[in-house]
């Protein structure tokens, strides 16, 4: 399967939509898949002052089952030194995906249904927001495979849920429902399945015709809140605010508020 196959972008209504095709695979990771996103996100890029926000999906009903255990298995059947530089570049490419999708000003939305494991919950969790169909079930997974995690799990895992519950996740490595997961903060909605799409859309739509500038200035700031301490953290708003005050949908605003009417905002 070719790169274009496996990862699929549509681009409508300035919302991009990146979908995972391996259906036959439970859209299981892949070199193909790799390389697809990667294209897929360099489209997104080089388009990003058109693009509002970005829905990742799983075609076949599923999200994705995590890496493509029968290309671990081949791996098992070559030499340790030849195989060790294949697996790791392989993850460093995934790795640099997840550095891209954090990186994009614009919100980056999980459409969750059927399986997320494995590198389907670190790409879940790169996600800005996600929403899952009630019956989705989440497994970190790597544990049974007798591997530690990758694309940034460990990283995102703790901030989202907190260390002990991180730690459960990774290391029983059990299969849990959507509510859990909404419970524990991993995820913001849950819906039924015939609804997914619409309450998907319907949070791509309103982040799309929003500030996109304050948005994305705001999405830095939390992305950067762990890190930092409060004053540098209050610097930072101090100058984001700053910057934000003086644009055109900042103007739009306050005057459509002091007018008593929804606001029109552009993409400054």
């Known amino acids: 399967m070719t790169s274009q196959d496996a990862v699929l972008l549509h681009i409508t209504d300035e919302i991009a939509t990146i979908t995972l095709n391996r259906p036959d695979r439970m859209n299981a990771l892949d070199k193909s898949m790799i390389a697809g996103m990667s294209d897929a996100l360099d489209k997104i890029e080089a388009d990003i002052a058109n693009i509002g926000a970005v829905i990742i999906e799983g075609s076949g009903g599923t999200f994705m089952a995590g890496g493509d255990v029968k290309f671990f298995y081949q791996m098992t059947q070559s030499p340790a030194d030849e195989a060790r530089p294949v697996i790791e570049t392989m993850i460093n490419r995934v790795h640099d995906i997840i550095t891209r999708l954090t990186a994009l000003p614009c919100p980056v939305i999980a459409k969750l249904e059927g ?129 934000c005050s003086v644009s055109d949908d900042f103007r739009e605003g306050v005057t459509a508020f002091v007018e008593k009417r929804s606001p029109r905002f552009g993409k400054s």
């Open 115 to 243: 399986a997320v494991a494995g590198f389907g919950v670190s790409l879940m969790n790169a996600c800005d927001l996600a929403i899952a169909a009630e019956e989705t079930v989440f497994t970190l997974a790597y544990i049974h495979i007798g591997t530690s995690p990758d694309g940034g799990s460990t990283h995102s895992l703790t901030r989202l849920v907190g260390m002990k519950k991180a730690k459960e996740i990774a290391l029983f490595g059990d299969r849990f429902g959507a509510d859990e997961a909404h419970d524990c903060g991993l995820i913001n909605k849950v819906v039924p399945a015939d609804q997914l799409a619409s309450a998907t859309a319907k949070y791509a739509t309103r982040l799309a015709s929003g500030p996109r500038g304050a948005i994305a200035r705001t999405k830095a700031l939390l992305n950067a809140a762990p890190e930092a301490d409060l004053n540098q953290q209050l610097a930072a708003e101090a100058q984001s605010f700053a910057e």
